[in-house]
């Protein structure tokens, strides 16, 4: 399988990616599909397919603001963008866009 190609800015860390073409199989219908986190800007994108195992639901993309605590990453707020789609094409575009936008500190 391959890995849906991104754009990541410098200062970007891929925490989790499981976020692969192939059409949506039921491995993939996961809530954990991928965590990327800036911590200069202290934002965390997450994605995901919601409802989890339904071929009925969508992936959904989160950025949040988090805080940190003890233990690397602490509380989550906001969320302070989202966005949903079916189309694997146009996660890949607007979570580009997120990062685009977190790196220049316009989100």
Known sequence: ?????LKIPS???VD?????YG??????????????????????????WYPASKPSGEYCIVVAEFSEGVHGLGYWSGPLA?????????????IN???????VGRL
């Open 1 to 5: 399988m391959e890995l849906v190609p």
């Open 11 to 13: 200062g970007w860390q």
């Open 16 to 20: 989790w990616n499981k976020f692969f």
């Open 23 to 48: 059409g949506i199989l039921e491995h993939d219908l996961s809530e954990n599909l991928l965590i990327l986190i800036n911590q200069t800007y202290h934002r965390i994108i997450d994605l995901g």
């Open 82 to 94: 989202y966005f949903k789609s079916k189309d694997i094409h146009s996660i890949q575009e607007k």
């Open 97 to 103: 866009e997120f990062m685009a936008e977190i790196s």
